[in-house]
C-alpha cells in the first residue's frame, strides 16, 4: 500500500510540473524574427553599435546633423570636387558646399563688376550683369559701332548710297538740305500738283496751285 502511494505521488508532482512548465507565460517580440523589441541595442552586419527600429531593422546611431543628407552641420568644413584640386569650402545653409573667398557682386562666376575677362579669347570687362562685355571704343551707336556724323551706306538695291550717321543712330543718305526733305523740294520751289496743276511749294510742303 505504502508503494502504491509514493508512485502516485511521483505521478504527481510529474502532473504538476508538467502543468506548471506548459502554463509558464511566453515571451513575445515586437521584431520574434530577430527576437528582439523596437529600442534594443544591435550590431549591424559592420560590426557598429546601433538600435532596433519600427522597421526591425539595426540603425546605427548618428547624430541629428543639419543636413543629414551630407552627414554634417552648417559651417562645417566641405570640399568641392573641382578637378581634382579640392577646393575647400563650408557648408551652407541650403546643404551646399561654397567655397571659401571674398564677397563677389557676381559669385556664380567668382568676379566683381568692372573685372577684366575673356569671351571667346577676346577681352572684355564684367557688366553688372555679370556678363563679360568685349571691350571696345565707346560708340555713340555702340549697336552699329559708329559714331554720330560717321560715313555709313544705304542698301538700296546694290548702288550702296553713301549716308551720314544721324543722332538717332540711323543711316542717313547724303543730299542737299531741303526745306521738305520728303518731297526734296525748298519752299517756294516751282511744282506740279496731282492734276498737273503747276504750283509752288508752300511752308507746309504742299505744292499750292
Known sequence: ??????????????????????????????????????????????????????????????????????????????????????????????????????DFDCPEIEANIGDPCENDGVEGTISEDCECLVDGPGFDCPEIEANFGDECFVDDGGNGTVGIISE????????????????????GDPCVNPNGVEGTISEDCVCLA
Open 1 to 102: 500500500m505504502k508503494k502504491i502511494n509514493k508512485s502516485y505521488l511521483i505521478l504527481l508532482i510529474a502532473i504538476c510540473l508538467t502543468v506548471f512548465v506548459s502554463c509558464e507565460k511566453e515571451e513575445t517580440f515586437d521584431c520574434p524574427e530577430i527576437e528582439a523589441n523596437i529600442g534594443d541595442p544591435c550590431v549591424n552586419p559592420n560590426g557598429v553599435e546601433g538600435t532596433i527600429s519600427v522597421d526591425c531593422e539595426c540603425i546605427v546611431n548618428v547624430p541629428d546633423f543639419d543636413c543629414p543628407d551630407l552627414e554634417a552641420n552648417f559651417g562645417d568644413e566641405c570640399f568641392v570636387d573641382d578637378g581634382g584640386n579640392g577646393t575647400v569650402g563650408t557648408i551652407s545653409e541650403d546643404c551646399e558646399c561654397v567655397v571659401d573667398g571674398p
Open 168 to 187: 538717332d543712330c540711323e543711316c542717313v543718305v547724303d543730299g542737299p538740305g531741303f526745306d521738305c526733305p520728303e518731297i526734296e523740294a525748298n519752299i
